[in-house]
């Protein structure tokens, strides 16, 4: 059984760096083929896809993003973590990590249920 | 980056009607496309990947169409739990994926 679970800050002030933990079961970043991204949602508005991270450490993000995110992980704590810097009130969303099936199709079939940051002074 | 332009971005429609979403890329994304329900305040739950495989435990009464550059998601016969919002996702992108805007799936 795949879970995952967001932990980080609820609030950050503008321009200082967020830092956020996916914790998961149920599978190993060690795993041939095996990913977890990083998804973030504004109130109201659509889903933005930031960032993901592959077993062989080979690592992807979103173009608009890239000089701010940063993606690791800690194969054995089981653990990815996303920093990004320089956060702005139009960084405040809920931000979801995600398993990725990259057996043939390249999807995100697990979720965890999302944390929201609130970027504000 | 790769463009999905998801319409229509809000739909009206009743119990027991046939609805489609539809998704453009802006470039061919050959079958690298899924669909996303997403009901307030819980995270997106896939329905369709690969363009046109059902998730398993999804009900077959939805369907995915299309390959290239358009794509259609097809609820045959509305049920009360399937008005939420739906979104496309394009992962054909070695640079990186894309949502489309979501399409808000409303009570008429």
């Known amino acids: 059984q795949i879970t995952l679970e967001e932990s980080g800050p609820t609030l950050v002030r503008p321009t200082q760096t967020l830092t956020l933990t996916c914790t998961f079961s149920?599978?190993?970043?060690?795993?041939?083929?095996?990913?977890v991204g990083w998804i973030r949602q504004p109130p109201g508005k659509a889903l933005e896809w930031l960032a993901h991270?592959?077993?062989?450490?080979?690592?992807r993000y979103n173009p608009s993003l890239k000089t701010r995110l940063t993606i690791t992980k800690d194969t054995s704590k089981n653990q990815v973590v996303l920093r990004m810097t320089n956060m702005d009130p139009v960084d405040t969303a809920t931000y979801y990590c995600a398993h990725l099936d990259s057996g043939g199709w390249y999807y995100y079939d697990y979720w965890g249920q999302g944390t929201l940051v609130t970027v504000s002074s | 980056d790769i463009q999905m332009t998801q319409s229509p971005s809000s739909l009206y429609a009743s119990v027991g009607d046939r609805v489609t979403i539809t998704c453009r890329a802006g470039q061919s994304i050959r079958s690298y496309l899924n669909w996303y329900q997403q009901k307030p305040g819980k995270a997106p739950k896939v329905l369709i990947y690969?363009?046109?495989n059902l998730q398993n435990g999804v009900p077959s009464r939805f369907t995915g169409s299309g390959s290239g550059t358009d794509f259609t998601l097809t609820i045959s016969s509305l049920q009360p739990e399937d008005f939420a919002t739906y979104y496309c996702l394009q992962t054909s992108s070695a640079v990186g994926y894309t949502f489309g805007q979501g399409t808000k799936l409303e009570i008429k």
């Open positions: 149920g599978f190993s970043l060690s795993t041939s083929g095996v990913a």
């Open positions: 991270i592959y077993w062989d450490d080979d690592k």
């Open positions: 690969g363009a046109s």
